[in-house]
């Protein structure tokens, strides 16, 4: 139905900057939300930042003023600016979109996950 391919995660130090994007491919009728979330070792999984259809972001309060959520809804795509990275960032980052694909109801698709490290 819909597939979503994640790039840009990797080791980092404390301080620096990633971007992380996620691109939707598949029998696409709309896409919605397109949202980040992490999941840290030993933590629960949790709900970094949204964009809705519109291009209206929020985020988590912990990345508020050092992360940035946009969308490119020509190429499908959603991107996460990661700046001002913290060791506590550390966590695996899933995408995740709200779409309605052709022939199908309208569901929640996740990502494969990418790894990022923020380390010394």
């Known amino acids: 139905q819909l597939q979503l391919v994640e790039s840009g995660g990797g080791l980092v130090q404390p301080g620096g900057s990633l971007r992380l994007s996620c691109a939707a491919s598949?029998?696409?009728?709309?896409?919605?939300?397109m949202n980040w979330h992490r999941q840290a070792p030993g933590k629960q999984r949790e709900l970094v930042a949204t964009?809705?259809?519109?291009?209206?972001?929020n985020y988590v309060d912990s990345v508020k003023g050092r992360f940035t959520i946009s969308r490119d809804t020509a190429k499908n795509t959603v991107y996460l600016e990661m700046n001002s990275l913290k060791p506590e960032d550390t966590a695996v980052y899933y995408c995740?979109?709200?779409?309605?694909?052709?022939?199908?109801?309208?569901?929640?698709?996740w990502g494969q996950g990418t790894q990022v490290t923020v380390s010394s």
């Open positions: 995740n979109v709200d779409a309605k694909t052709i022939g199908w109801s309208r569901r929640s698709f």
């Open positions: 598949g029998l696409i009728f709309s896409i919605y939300a």
């Open positions: 964009i809705d259809s519109g291009g209206s972001p």
